[in-house]
């Protein structure tokens, strides 16, 4: 009759410490996700700035083709 009550009792601490691991694990997850947000985002950034360098580049080369013509 002891027996029982303690059995349950590690049952329920080992689904408790289940439910915490859980958390702990969708937490890394979501830490993950975020860094992968985090590294396109800086992606992007660079992205972004060689296409405007590249206008920047391509605006020269046309003012330097206008002014050749003149």
């Known amino acids: 009759?002891?027996?029982?009550p303690?059995?349950?009792?590690n049952m329920d601490l080992r689904i408790h410490w289940s439910g915490i691991n859980g958390i702990?694990?969708?937490v890394d997850i979501l830490k993950e996700i975020s860094g992968m947000i985090k590294e396109i985002s800086d992606l992007n950034q660079i992205?972004?700035?060689?296409?405007?360098?590249?206008n920047i580049v391509a605006r020269?080369?046309?003012a330097n083709?206008?002014?050749?013509?003149?």
Do not use: P
């Open 24 to 26: 702990f694990l969708v």
């Open 47 to 54: 992205v972004t700035a060689t296409a405007s360098e590249q």
């Open 1 to 4: 009759m002891i027996d029982t």
């Open 65 to 70: 083709i206008l002014s050749v013509g003149d």
């Open 60 to 62: 020269e080369i046309s």
């Open 6 to 9: 303690i059995l349950f009792l």
